[in-house]
């Protein structure tokens, strides 16, 4: 009750400064809760996936620090690993290590046998999952929300619960977005 106590007691000081970023909060706020609704996991499987998710990398980080670059993407607790390993006993390792986490249901390594990717390659993944994002809330025949993009050395992951002919409209989208080499379906269907 104090920690309640003190923290409106902080709000209400600090509100002058803070009245230009309500908006901002408020639509944040909207925005969230229009993509959870839209979304076709629970929300209690949304923060398992977020969990899984932090667990992994943290689980990681622990382990081979700095050594590796890879990315943990947990859709429906079905586990994406994507990134680069220095060899592939450790690239199995990573597998081994989602596996031990809580609630995961199924792992997929794509993880290549390599140096850690260049910030400018991290960077150009960044803009073509972006890209593929923007393209795919133009696309009538998928809803945006029920796709998770993961973009990997210009490789484009494609996770969620979709239906086959969703899975087959967001791969078509993302494989004729520029900069994707390679589109990887890691969809579950709902048909």
Same mark, same amino acid.
């Given at each position: ?28 706020? +909207? ?9 076709? *996991? ?11 998710? +932090?667990?992994?990398?943290? *689980? =990681? ?57 260049? =910030? ?36 484009? =992951? ?23 080499? *390679?589109?990887?379906?890691? =969809?579950?269907?709902?048909?």
């Amino acid at each position: 009750m104090k920690s309640l106590i003190r923290l409106v007691a902080l709000l209400i000081a600090l509100s002058p400064l803070l009245q230009a970023c309500i908006p901002l909060v408020v639509g944040a706020g +909207v925005g969230a809760g229009v993509m959870m609704a839209d979304d076709r *996991r629970s929300n209690a499987v949304i923060l398992e996936d977020q969990t899984i998710e +932090v667990k992994a990398k943290n *689980r =990681f980080e622990e382990k081979y620090k700095d050594s590796i670059h890879a990315n943990v993407t947990s859709f429906n607790r079905y586990v994406l690993i994507t990134g680069q390993a220095p060899t592939e006993e450790i690239k199995l390792d990573l597998t081994a290590i989602v596996l031990e986490v809580e609630n995961v249901r199924n792992v997929q390594n794509e993880v290549v046998v390599a140096g850690n990717a260049s =910030f400018t390659s991290r960077s150009s993944d960044t803009i073509t999952t972006t890209s593929v994002k923007g393209r795919l809330t133009q696309n009538k025949e998928i809803g945006a929300n029920h796709v998770k993009v993961v973009t990997e050395n210009s490789t484009v =992951f494609l996770m969620g619960l979709v239906t086959r002919a969703e899975a087959e409209a967001a791969s078509q989208t993302a494989a004729t977005t520029s900069g994707v080499q *390679r589109v990887v379906k890691v =969809f579950e269907y709902t048909d």
